[in-house]
């Protein structure tokens, strides 16, 4: 597969992951963020997994890597706020993590 199948397969994925995450925001939530806020937070939950070493991790005898959602979300809240996109609260963000996740397991990506 070439670089640019890559990409457009990339695309097609975080269409997917963005509609998934929409409709797994609970009501009050899911006017709150544009597409664009929720690419920028799938492309920071990405970061954090290369950058904190989750994915050479070894899973446990059940064969399951343990993923503190809460850090995830201290990432992303950090990353916006010092890469100038504003301000988060942390539980409005927990759905977002959640839902990326959640969308995972429906690959059976993540158990």
């Not at 006017?31 to 799938?42: A, N, R």
């Not at 970061?47 to 989750?54: H, T």
Request: overall charge negative; hydrophobic content about 35%; glycine content about 8%.
């Amino acid at each position: 597969m070439g670089l640019e199948e890559d990409f457009f397969m990339a695309d097609a994925d975080d269409e997917k992951t963005v509609e998934f995450i929409k409709n797994y925001l609970p009501q009050e939530l899911k006017e709150k963020f544009v597409d664009d806020e929720l690419y920028y937070f799938i492309d920071l939950i990405d970061e954090y997994y290369a950058e904190s070493g989750i994915l050479d991790a070894q899973p446990d005898d059940d064969g399951y890597v343990n993923i503190d959602l809460e850090e995830v979300v201290a990432y992303i809240v950090k990353e916006a706020k010092s890469d100038g996109q504003g301000e988060y609260d942390p539980e409005e963000i927990l759905f977002v993590v959640q839902g990326e996740m959640e969308y995972g397991n429906s690959l059976g990506q993540v158990d």
